[in-house]
């Protein structure tokens, strides 16, 4: 027999069938739905992306009997939503491959440590959707959608996420596809999933869950990220003349948003530097689109409230005939990988070799994409400025022709972080934790030899330029400021390497630290943002304060 999967799927679809009409099925059928088309031990995938969440059928899944839906492997980007982790308590879910848990760290980390969950592997984004089509294909998957038609088409609308991707791996492999949906209409808005691609339709009569996790309220950013983002602008982004780019989530990047209408502008940087993305639709951006900087934008995903702004301009973002944004996470984190020359974004911890890690001995935040926009792509073949000198930089004996450039891997932040925990520490917390667990490998996020600059509020550490590890560490301490780490610096050294340029003080970039001021700022509240977008952006109520 060679088509024994897709017996299977068919055997599934009949069981299935009883609790719907065609596709559709009613609300309070669902659980009787999940229940007949699983088997125990499936692989099963659970749509919880970075932001949308198929909470609906997340609920429905983890309110099943275990003693007849039981140790199914959960392979999904985000364990977000508190069921995400519940089906694992009553013994629905055994086994996890996934990419990111940022609200659920804390009890992931618990779980893992009582044996509760079987890790398989925390993972890139990129890396778990390889993994889909290899030896992680899913059996059934739980997806969720803004409405669908009688045929299952299914219309996404902005928050596209990874729904492509992993529709395409179960639906083509003999697997079963159900969505969630608003609702059913006549005729959806665009295509984004083709009806013969999904067998089963809930209509949950709500949106899926999204969260606004790039917001950043310009309020919270406060004078030490100001002058972090001084620094990265006039240190990094205008010497290297960075176009194409990533920025990771936080407040530093969001300064730095912030600053190129305004510090920007006075470095006759517009035009120069910022001008193609790889990132959601962070509202922190929108002055900069504004004021002519930005020309053009891809998304990982969208952000809550907004929708009408991306629709107004379609010059600059991704979006379909119906006006809305399309987004796409594959799509996004390749982009990110291949064709953007900086990736910028803070962590939790830095040793002195330069891995860092959102990982701690209390938290297993996992890596999201972080570890694709922040890796040196080997495959690369095009050149570009920034590339080139990042490449003659690292390695300057080696013929021009031959010579491989480096992608811009840069980690930004302040010495010290929230509750005063240091950013820099002798050894990861993620070492401890996979001693603890008994891993193979530790879940670093970025590894040092990929970083080629840090930067603090001490100034930039130029790793490109360091030709051994001792200057490495050196280099790092150099800016590590007064933490342990920070106090353990060999001041000669330093002063050597800082007459070479490896180490940069804002004094040597001729930026006055009590010039960073929050007046600097294109935006200084959610609602100067509203203002801005000329109205269009609607901010989400909790972020409201007016």
């Given at each position: 027999m060679w088509d024994k999967q897709q017996t299977a799927r068919t055997d599934r679809i009949r069981a299935g069938g009883v609790h719907a009409r065609g596709k559709h099925v009613a609300l309070e059928n669902v659980r009787a739905l999940l229940g007949s088309v699983l088997r125990p031990g499936d692989?099963?995938?659970?749509?919880?992306?970075?932001?949308?969440?198929?909470?609906?059928?997340?609920?429905?899944?983890?309110?099943?009997?275990?003693?007849?839906?039981?140790?199914?492997?959960?392979?999904?980007?985000?364990?977000?939503?508190?069921?995400?982790?519940?089906i694992f308590e009553s013994g629905i879910a055994r086994r996890l491959d996934y990419s990111y848990s940022g609200p659920q760290s804390a009890r992931i980390a618990r779980m893992l440590f009582d044996g509760q969950i079987e890790l398989g592997s925390v993972h890139t984004y990129l890396e778990l959707f390889a993994r889909y089509f290899i030896d992680l294909t899913p059996n059934v998957a739980l997806i969720a959608a803004v409405s669908a038609d009688a045929d299952g088409n299914l219309y996404t609308g902005p928050n596209t996420e990874d729904t492509p991707t992993i529709v395409e791996a179960t639906a083509f492999k003999g697997g079963l596809v159900i969505a969630q949906v608003k609702e059913t209409v006549d005729k959806v808005p665009r295509v984004d999933i083709p009806g013969d691609q999904v067998h089963f339709v809930v209509e949950a009569g709500k949106p899926f869950y999204v969260e606004p996790l790039f917001t950043r309220d310009p309020a919270a950013i406060t004078e030490t990220q100001i002058l972090?983002?001084?620094?990265?602008?006039?240190?990094?982004?205008?010497?290297?003349?960075?176009?194409?780019?990533?920025?990771?989530?936080?407040?530093?990047?969001?300064?730095?948003?912030?600053?190129?209408?305004?510090?920007?502008?006075?470095?006759?940087?517009?035009?120069?530097?910022?001008?193609?993305?790889?990132?959601?639709?962070?509202?922190?951006?929108?002055?900069?689109?504004?004021?002519?900087?930005?020309?053009?934008?891809?998304?990982?995903?969208?952000?809550?409230?907004?929708?009408?702004?991306?629709?107004?301009?379609?010059?600059?973002?991704f979006t379909g005939a119906d006006g809305s944004l399309r987004s796409n996470r594959a799509f996004c984190q390749t982009a990110g990988l291949y064709a953007c020359?900086?990736?910028?974004?803070?962590?939790?911890?830095?040793?002195?070799?330069?891995?860092?890690?959102?990982?701690?001995?209390?938290?297993?935040?996992?890596?999201?994409?972080?570890?694709?926009?922040?890796?040196?792509?080997?495959?690369?073949?095009?050149?570009?400025?920034p590339w080139l000198k990042a490449g003659a930089e690292a390695d300057p004996d080696t013929s021009a022709h031959l010579r491989r450039g480096r992608k811009l891997v840069?980690?930004?932040?302040?010495?010290?972080?929230?509750?005063?925990?240091?950013l820099f520490v002798e050894r990861l917390e993620a070492l401890t934790l996979a001693?603890?667990?008994?891993?193979?490998?530790?879940?670093?996020?970025?590894?040092?030899?990929?970083?080629?600059h840090i930067v603090t509020e001490e100034g930039i550490a130029n790793l490109l330029l360091c030709r051994n590890r001792d200057e490495r560490e050196q280099a790092i301490r150099g800016v590590a400021g007064y933490t342990d780490v920070g106090r353990g610096r060999d001041r000669k050294m330093g002063e050597r390497l800082r007459e070479r340029g490896i180490i940069r003080r804002p004094e040597d970039l001729g930026i006055d630290?009590?010039?960073?001021?929050?007046?600097?700022?294109?935006?200084?509240?959610?609602?100067?943002?509203?203002?801005?977008?000329?109205?269009?952006?609607?901010?989400?109520?909790?972020?409201r304060n007016w």
């Open positions: 692989r099963v995938c659970l749509e919880g992306d970075n932001q949308k969440q198929a909470d609906v059928l997340a609920a429905a899944l983890a309110d099943l009997d275990p003693a007849n839906i039981h140790d199914l492997h959960m392979v999904q980007s985000g364990v977000v939503l508190p069921e995400h982790l519940d972090t983002a001084m620094l990265a602008i006039k240190g990094l982004y205008a010497p290297y003349g960075v176009r194409r780019l990533n920025h990771g989530i936080g407040f530093n990047t969001a300064a730095i948003e912030l600053l190129l209408p305004t510090f920007g502008e006075k470095l006759g940087l517009k035009g120069k530097v910022c001008t193609h993305w790889a990132l959601n639709p962070h509202p922190t951006l929108i002055p900069a689109i504004e004021a002519g900087w930005v020309e053009q934008v891809h998304c990982f995903g969208s952000e809550v409230g907004m929708e009408d702004y991306i629709a107004a301009r379609s010059d600059i973002f020359d900086m990736f910028i974004g803070s962590t939790l911890q830095i040793d002195l070799e330069g891995h860092s890690s959102t990982v701690t001995a209390s938290r297993i935040a996992g890596f999201g994409g972080a570890p694709n926009m922040g890796s040196d792509p080997r495959g690369r073949r095009h050149p570009s400025e840069v980690q930004i932040g302040e010495t010290f972080g929230e509750k005063n925990a240091p001693e603890k667990l008994d891993l193979d490998l530790a879940p670093v996020m970025v590894y040092g030899d990929d970083v080629t630290p009590l010039d960073a001021d929050r007046r600097m700022l294109a935006a200084h509240s959610i609602k100067d943002l509203m203002l801005a977008s000329g109205g269009l952006y609607r901010p989400p109520s909790r972020f």
